[in-house]
């Protein structure tokens, strides 16, 4: 076993087609965001597509690059995700079971997630709060003219 440890990651930061990592790809970057995934979806919501595009992306692709080249399908690697629909779903498990067999999915119990994500409850939190407003307010913006001029 190689004791390397992806780093904790929730979800692809560049999910399109159109994110190549460049020479000037900055070096903090982590592994999944200077992966290029060919998965887009119309809305950007996760989903059982994007479950499998994340595994064939990005963890599959980060295992073959710390398993030795003779062990890589071989040794048993393990996969520790929350208990989403996209990741409990018999589609996705009977797939995983499929086309990964060596790749173990170890579930996170609900309501667990912030213990093990502790800036999910804080700073993550306030970020988010202060995007929602922030687009509320350029909604109301932009929408209010638009009803004014009918």
Not at 6 to 33: I, R
Not at 78 to 99: A, H, L, N
Request: proline letters at 7%; glycine letters at 6%.
């Amino acid at each position: 076993m190689s004791g390397k440890e992806m780093g904790k990651t929730s979800k692809v930061e560049h999910d399109t087609a159109c994110f190549t990592p460049t020479a000037s790809t900055p070096a903090g970057e982590t592994f999944a965001a200077a992966t290029p995934s060919l998965c887009a979806t119309f809305n950007h919501w996760a989903s059982i597509m994007t479950s499998k595009a994340f595994v064939v992306d990005v963890l599959v692709p980060y295992f073959k690059s710390v398993i030795a080249p003779d062990k890589f399908g071989k040794q048993v690697c393990i996969f520790v995700i929350d208990v989403w629909y996209g990741w409990i779903s018999p589609e996705f498990r009977d797939w995983m079971k499929t086309e990964y067999p060596w790749i173990r999915l170890i579930y996170v119990p609900a309501c667990c997630t912030p213990s093990g994500q502790p800036l999910d409850k804080g700073l993550m939190a306030l970020l988010k709060a202060k995007t929602r407003r922030m687009y509320n307010s350029w909604a109301g913006a932009y929408t209010r003219p638009l009803l004014s001029s009918t």
